[in-house]
């Protein structure tokens, strides 16, 4: 890329890393919220079985983070709807 070129990419990419950011504080709020004063054993139980990376996948086998990015970027691309 060149030098004159880059306040074009960062004015194009203002809009994705203002949606990122806004989807991650969302999301830390609501895991605060929901988790914040729970039970460790609870959050374990959760955080092993409950959330996407997890599911169908058999203990020792790599977890695939390709469905979540997916999942993600569906869930950020209605926003700008």
Do not use: H, Q
Not at 39 to 46: C, E, G, H, K, P
Request: charged share 25%.
């Amino acid at each position: 890329m060149r030098p004159a070129d880059k306040p074009k990419v960062v004015a194009k990419l203002r809009p994705i890393t203002s949606a990122i950011r806004a989807a991650v504080s969302f999301a830390a709020n609501v895991f605060i919220t929901r988790w914040g004063d729970a039970d460790l054993n609870m959050l374990l139980d959760y955080v092993y079985f409950d959330i996407e990376p997890m599911e169908n996948v058999a203990r020792g086998e790599s977890l695939k983070f390709t469905n979540l990015l997916v999942s993600l970027l569906g869930r950020l691309s209605c926003w700008g709807r």
